[in-house]
Nanobody, 125 residues
Framework: QVQLVESGGGLVQAGGSLRLSCAASGRAFSNYYAGWFRQAPGKEREFVAFINRSGGAAYYADSVKARFTISRDNAKNTVFLQMNRLKPEDTAVYYC??????????????????WGQGTQVTVSS
């Protein structure tokens, strides 16, 4: 079992920045791919970014590419999402996720094994 706890959400003006953190506990976090999803009111949960086990490769949704950066510190069992140049349409609950299969982040998110409880990000215009 892996437990994930997000932090770092809040209210920010458009153009601002936030850094989300996801602290993992339980089984060896370095064995898992990790990523972020978000869900805006009235919309389905969508993929934001994920990172491989070592942190050497990352993948992003087109909507956040060049603005968001995912990273991880396996020594601290933590994954981060640096969000820059935020837009009102980035407003959502952001969820951290971990799984042993990379394909689940892009195509089969319903099969992802571990989820955090979510953290609210609100971007005002």
């Amino acid at each position: 079992q892996v437990q994930l706890v997000e932090s770092g959400g809040g209210l920010v003006q458009a153009g601002g920045s936030l850094r989300l953190s996801c602290a993992a506990s339980g089984r060896a976090f370095s064995n898992y791919y990790a990523g972020w999803f978000r869900q805006a009111p009235g919309k389905e949960r969508e993929f934001v970014a994920f990172i491989n086990r070592s942190g050497g490769a990352a993948y992003y949704a087109d909507s956040v590419k060049a603005r968001f950066t995912i990273s991880r510190d396996n020594a601290k069992n933590t994954v981060f999402l640096q969000m820059n140049r935020l837009k009102p349409e980035d407003t959502a609950v952001y969820y951290c996720a971990a799984d042993g299969e990379s394909t689940r982040f892009l195509r089969f998110q319903a099969r992802i094994d571990y989820w955090g409880q979510g953290t609210q990000v609100t971007v005002s215009s």
